[in-house]
């Protein structure tokens, strides 16, 4: 999270009339110092281009040294000199069900897709891997999404058609969701993660949680990451890293994969991250849904559909501490809401039905199923 920059004291007083005012001030007393006079035409363009390099150049200069000001490019660099790189886009992944006629071979990188509707075209899914149809006439492919991005993840049953035909298959369907497709990492995102980088290479020691937590997050698609340490009191050193992918939702096979891959390398084990002898678990969370419910009153201006996603987003960033505590406060949600700015007033708020916290467990992660205002949609006070 980037903290607000505050330009040093002495670049006050650096705009360009004051500038100018000083250069007239400074000029030999028989110098005429008029308005439009030479000397003063003379000056003034030289005072804008001071006051641009002071007043813009300058203090952007200064922010780009340090990571928590510094942004694009300029971040990329303060993050490569810690090791360390913006997290790229990933495609969305998921498995497919094929129906047809036995002995039916679907080559890799046949494409299947989620047919266009209206303005919105379709999504293209590509088969990683060449399949025949066997016996039962079905058979299951993984596939991964044509575009990187959040347009690859769809919803059960999306996924219907092919982009070609292709004789001896007669139905498709994706009977999970497709998920993990995500956009670049963001700024705020790659500086969370230089500022946590830097803080553990001070108090660090190899293969605590907050390094577990780390090397997760510098695994294209991860979002949080949490450990629970000893966690099958049968297996000594036994670590399990519960992973939920950029977009806030349990992270999917192959991201799971990436991550058990990227921090115990076993093909590798030179690049090994996690200390010899650790037994590592990589899996998604058990999500627990819950529903908000309360009787609103809008500010002015203000419609349902605009603040409830404003307390959703605020809910959801909200869930990162409540992991850490294992615990749903219902205070800070009554507080989350009451500090949204198009709630004017509110009353009744339950979660899940109830007026108590909600206690998780060690593998569980919150979602917010629904938000349900009291308010009718499209009401604007």
């Not at 992944?93 to 075209?121: D, E, R």
């Not at 629970?228 to 192959?254: C, F, M, T, Y």
Request: hydrophobic share 40%.
């Amino acid at each position: 999270m980037s903290t607000e920059f505050v330009a040093p004291s002495w670049l006050n007083d650096q705009d360009a009339e004051t500038i100018h005012k000083r250069m007239m001030a400074a000029l030999p007393a028989d110098i005429d110092d008029t308005e439009a006079g030479f000397p003063w035409d003379l000056t003034k363009p030289s005072a804008l281009e001071k006051a641009e390099l002071l007043q813009f150049h300058l203090v952007e200069t200064l922010k780009l040294m340090f990571p928590m000001w510094a942004y694009g490019e300029w971040l990329d660099y303060h993050a490569n000199r810690i090791h360390l790189t913006r997290r790229p886009g990933t495609p969305a992944y998921g498995t497919l069900t094929i129906s047809g006629l036995v002995g039916t071979t679907i080559p890799k990188g046949f494409v299947f897709a989620v047919p266009a509707v209206g303005n919105s075209p379709a999504v293209e899914f590509l088969t990683e891997e060449e399949v025949t149809i066997d016996e039962s006439g079905t058979v299951e492919v993984g596939v991964v999404a044509a575009e990187i991005g959040l347009t690859g993840n769809v919803p059960e049953g999306a996924v219907a058609i092919m982009a070609e035909p292709m004789t001896g298959i007669t139905a498709v369907t994706n009977t999970e969701r497709v998920t993990g497709g995500t956009v670049e990492e963001d700024d705020d995102s790659l500086r969370e993660r230089i500022l946590e980088a830097e803080r553990a290479g001070e108090a660090s020691f190899v293969g605590c949680d907050a390094d577990y937590i780390r090397w997760a997050k510098e695994v294209p698609g991860v979002g949080e990451a949490f450990v629970i340490p000893q966690w099958n009191p049968e297996v000594k050193n036994s670590v399990k890293l519960v992973v939920l992918d950029a977009n806030g939702e349990p992270a999917n096979e192959r991201i799971l994969q990436e991550v058990f891959n990227y921090i115990i390398s076993p093909d590798d084990r030179i690049n090994r991250k996690a200390p010899i002898g650790a037994i590592l678990t990589v899996a998604a969370p058990t999500m627990v849904p819950i529903t908000y419910a309360l009787k609103a009153t809008l500010r002015a201006g203000y419609d349902a559909a605009s603040v409830r996603v404003a307390i959703e987003s605020d809910i959801w960033n909200y869930y990162v501490q409540a992991k850490e505590d294992n615990l749903v406060k219902y205070n800070e949600i009554h507080a989350l809401i009451t500090r949204s700015p198009g709630i004017f007033d509110f009353t009744s708020l339950t979660l899940n039905g109830k007026t108590d916290n909600i206690v998780l467990k060690q593998d569980e992660y919150p979602e917010t199923e629904s938000i349900d205002l009291g308010v009718p949609e499209g009401v604007s006070m």
